[in-house]
């Protein structure tokens, strides 16, 4: 058993022989620091101190290692002391000990990698031999085999061989290092990072105590929590209003040990953390995502068994008011992303998913009247949300002056110059309109056929209506004296009504409506009114229309004999390619213009026909009973 110890002394000759292979290594590392700890400032100096921490970390994982002392020492070196096995002083194949190797020898893996989760692969892990080689000088003391080794390393070189310096009745490890200033452009400890990543390490390794001295302010500090990650979530959520006690989740997967804390708040902010092998994971990765899943399914599934007229919550939902620490430990961790710091281990997921779905389902179940808080905070976020959402919606339409009505089938165009409004009668025809149209440039507006008395109503009561808010909201110039041309969302407003007498009472209707309230609509010669035939005319295969009975007799008269005629009675006898065809394609339509005498025509005539003076009604209607046979009036 004594010998490494003699081995090591009788080395001391061949020093400089065989200490020559590692300056390779040493050399690489010194050349291109960058690759190994990510650079040359803070973070990279902090790195050496985390690579040695994370080994103590790792030792106390495999379960020998209780303590650990960190001290930021006057002459710009840091220490690390901890109360593991000591790193293996024995032999090595390579003739020399196991330190040595370990401390010289890049990714000085193999025999003694102790397997148990470690960090390495991830954004430390690089190796003792870094630290080295990185180090101006570093010391090494280990307590093991009952006895105290010592060596001394300057630059990644050892400057004599490794030493028993005394007896030992513990076991650890002790390294002591000063980063090289000719390496480093930043060489001092921060407090700060070092204290807060301790305090870290401390909440995700329960019962491990963390020590920091700061021998240059006499600063100390002790970092031991028994309650791990839980005491994590509550220092995160102290001073906040909670809505039950910290929530532990934990178990054990394909090899993954997962353990989640979670506690509600009755706040609106969401704080989850993610760690991998006490990495933290600011770009999150598959644990985030099994977790994400796997808390919104088991607070679903609760709330479907539980709540009546339980409608299913979205994750933003649950998630608001959150706040979570979740913790993997993956024998071998992959990381990805901008900065290394994304799990994307897909056994990860599953694993996280399940141990949280189960496990909270569980809770839920076992503590009702804490789950229905949290399923009313939900209900309540979603309800916020969606109102939030309202009133974004309304002030971006109050931007745009308008609120499009929901039946209004908009084209798809933004140049108004080639933009038509078709305001169709009856909620079928528009239908037809809507398969028939060029969705590109032709807007169809469904209204349905009883709009009100604008002549009796007023504006006030007009607008009340909701055929005519609709009609305003679509052309969206305003209405009365607010109307502004300049604003009208389409170059031409197209009436499309059937060619029968209440499609006439409609057009009546909607012309003196825009007579009356959007009159420089029709001066402009924006507003028009569709012509759709009046016959079908087949001979054969051959179809022909006709939009008045004169065109019919030519038609007739044409095709000779053996024709069919089909009178259109409404919109709705035609398929959607008739409309298009005979109505619709610009190609073929034949659209009429309304002008300025029409519609005052129009109006004189609504006037008469719903207007107070009941002589000249009754007049009008004696004299037009040929036409208005349908009429209610
Ligand atoms: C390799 C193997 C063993 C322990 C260690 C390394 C070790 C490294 C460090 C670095 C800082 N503290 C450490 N503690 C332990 C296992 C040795 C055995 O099997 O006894």
Not at 60 to 84: F, M, P, Q, R, W
Not at 211 to 238: A, P
Not at 295 to 312: C, D, M, W
Not at 457 to 462: F, L, S, T, V
Request: net charge positive; charged share 30%; hydrophobic share 35%.
């Amino acid at each position: 058993m004594k010998s490494d110890v003699k081995v090591a002394e009788d080395q001391k000759s061949e020093y400089s022989a065989s200490h020559i292979e590692v300056l390779g290594d040493i050399e690489a590392v010194r050349k291109r620091p960058g690759m190994y700890i990510g650079g040359v400032g803070v973070r990279g100096l902090h790195h050496l101190l985390w690579e040695i921490v994370d080994n103590s970390i790792d030792e106390a994982l495999a379960g020998y290692c209780k303590n650990i002392k960190v001290t930021l020492h006057k002459d710009g070196s840091a220490s690390v002391e901890d109360d593991g096995r000591g790193i293996p002083t024995e032999m090595h194949e390579l003739g020399k000990p196991a330190l040595e190797i370990v401390l010289t020898k890049l990714h000085a893996g193999g025999k003694f990698d102790r397997k148990a989760y470690r960090v390495s692969g991830g954004l430390h892990g690089v190796g003792l031999s870094v630290v080295n080689a990185l180090s101006e000088w570093l010391e090494v003391r280990v307590w093991r085999n009952g006895k105290e080794y010592y060596q001394r390393y300057e630059r990644g070189v050892p400057v004599e061989p490794l030493k028993v310096v005394g007896k030992a009745d513990r076991t650890g490890t002790y390294i002591r290092f000063k980063p090289d200033e000719e390496i480093f452009e930043v060489t001092e400890f921060s407090w700060e990072i070092v204290s807060q990543r301790l305090r870290e390490l401390a909440y995700l390794n329960k019962g491990v105590k963390l020590e920091l001295y700061d021998e240059r302010t006499g600063e100390r500090r002790v970092y031991c929590y028994e309650d791990g990650i839980v005491g994590f979530v509550k220092k995160l959520n102290s001073g906040k209003p909670v809505l039950h006690d910290v929530i532990y989740l934990s178990g054990e997967k394909s090899g993954v040990i997962v353990e989640v804390a979670i506690q509600f708040t009755d706040t609106d902010v969401e704080r989850a953390l993610f760690f991998a092998n006490n990495i933290n994971t600011v770009e999150g990765g598959t644990h985030a995502a099994g977790f994400r899943a796997g808390l919104t399914r088991a607070i679903n599934e609760f709330g479907k068994k539980h709540v009546k007229k339980f409608k299913p919550l979205t994750g933003v939902d649950i998630r608001e008011g959150l706040t979570a620490v979740v913790s993997v430990k993956v024998p071998e961790p992959q990381f990805e992303g901008q900065t290394k710091t994304k799990l994307t281990n897909s056994e990860v997921r599953t694993a996280v998913d399940s141990i949280v779905y189960s496990g909270m389902l569980e809770w839920l179940e076992e503590h009702p009247n804490e789950a229905i808080k949290i399923i009313e905070k939900c209900v309540l976020a979603r309800k916020a949300r969606e109102a939030a959402k309202r009133a974004r919606e309304l002030v971006r339409k109050k931007k745009e002056g308008l609120t499009l009505p929901g039946k209004l089938a908009d084209c798809s165009s933004k140049r108004p110059e080639e933009r038509e409004l078709f305001i169709v009668e009856g909620e079928s025809a528009g239908g037809s309109a809507k398969q028939a149209r060029d969705r590109r440039f032709q807007a169809i507006l469904p209204i349905r056929g009883k709009i009100i008395n604008v002549e009796k109503a007023g504006m006030n009561r007009a607008m009340k209506n909701e055929e005519i808010r609709a009609i305003v909201a679509a052309i969206g110039a305003g209405v009365g004296k607010d109307f502004d041309i300049t604003k009208v969302r389409y170059r031409r407003v197209i009436i499309m009504t059937d060619a029968d007498v209440d499609g006439a009472h409609i057009r009546t209707l909607l012309l003196t409506f825009f007579y009356r309230y959007m009159r420089p609509l029709i001066e402009s010669g924006y507003l028009y009114i569709a012509q759709p035939p009046l016959y079908r005319i087949k001979k054969g295969k051959k179809v022909y229309y006709a939009y008045s009975d004169r065109e019919l007799e030519d038609v007739l008269k044409r095709l000779g004999d053996k024709v069919e005629v089909q009178r259109y009675k409404g919109l709705g006898e035609m398929n959607p390619e008739q409309l298009w065809e005979t109505t619709m394609n610009p190609e073929n339509r034949y659209l009429i213009q309304v002008t300025i005498e029409d519609a005052k025509k129009a109006d004189e005539l609504f006037s008469i026909l719903m207007g107070e003076d009941v002589e000249a009604r009754r007049k009008f209607i004696v004299e037009h009973s040929k036409e208005v046979k349908n009429l209610d009036i």
